[in-house]
């Protein structure tokens, strides 16, 4: 139940096979900026982040609930990176970081976020005709995921 007591609808469920890809990224890269790149390359139209580990020398987070974005500096484990990213879709990614006292810190990530030694990512892609948008949603008013299979008729 959403907090407006409505229940959340998916656009659907089916059984697909996902395709897995495998990258790691290098010293210096941009986070986001080489997800977007690859996801480009690839012909991504409906991918997820499986799993990330690496590391950071700065990163550029916006908060919960902030409009501005927050850099920070510093060598971070990447501790997780979640989010879903397509063709037609902006990428929705957060990562948890932790500096090396331990200190966890986690947002929203904008471009800004350096690869200090690696980033290892293996991101899924939907199968069988599925794509990601993000329309805007009446109800938040911010680009929402929708996802949506493509249909072919034999």
Known sequence: ??????????????????VVHVLRLRPGADLLVELRAFVSRAGLRAAFVVTCVG????????FANQREPTAISGHFEICSLVGTMGLDAMPHLHVSLS???GAMVGGHVLEGCMIYTTAEIVLGECGEGVAFTRPVDPETTF?????SKRCSIV
């Open 1 to 18: 139940m959403t907090s407006s007591g409505s229940t959340s609808r998916l656009a659907f469920s089916s059984r697909s096979t996902a």
């Open 55 to 62: 590391s950071l020398t700065c990163a550029t987070l916006r």
């Open 99 to 101: 500096d090396g006292k």
């Open 143 to 147: 680009d929402e995921l929708h996802a």
